[in-house]
């Protein structure tokens, strides 16, 4: 996948002293995601089978990819954040989210 590549490339691949140097993870988990199934855009935030059911499948293998990322690295965990549909800066919960994120990023 995508991601995989991007990790292993722009990771992995790095020295220990590097990693914690140069490299930053966001690590955002979306709650009451069986709520939303049926929105239309459900599939913008969330891996779905194409028979529009949670595809576990990705969710593991996103799992795993998040346990390679060694300690060394610095990680702003977020979450888990109910969706709404989207992220909407209008619920207390998503504007905070979002002031985190971008303070976070500000460093």
């Given at each position: 996948?995508?991601?995989?590549?991007?990790?292993?490339?722009?990771?992995?691949?790095?020295?220990?002293?590097?990693?914690?140097?140069?490299?930053?993870?966001?690590?955002?988990?979306?709650?009451?995601?069986?709520?939303?199934?049926?929105h239309?855009?459900?599939g913008?935030?969330?891996?779905?089978?194409?028979?529009?059911?949670?595809?576990?499948?990705?969710?593991a293998?996103?799992?795993?990819?998040?346990?390679?990322?060694?300690?060394?690295?610095?990680?702003?965990?977020?979450?888990?954040?109910?969706?709404?549909?989207?992220?909407?800066?209008?619920?207390?919960?998503?504007?905070?989210y979002?002031?985190?994120?971008?303070?976070?990023f500000?460093?």
């Amino acid at each position: 996948s995508i991601t995989e590549e991007e990790l292993s490339r722009g990771l992995l691949w790095m020295s220990s002293a590097k990693q914690s140097r140069s490299t930053l993870t966001y690590h955002r988990t979306i709650g009451n995601q069986e709520e939303w199934l049926e929105h239309p855009q459900a599939g913008n935030f969330l891996d779905l089978c194409p028979d529009g059911t949670l595809d576990t499948e990705a969710q593991a293998m996103l799992q795993d990819l998040q346990k390679m990322i060694p300690p060394t690295v610095r990680r702003r965990d977020y979450g888990p954040l109910e969706w709404g549909p989207g992220i909407n800066a209008a619920l207390p919960s998503h504007r905070e989210y979002l002031i985190d994120l971008a303070d976070d990023f500000a460093e």
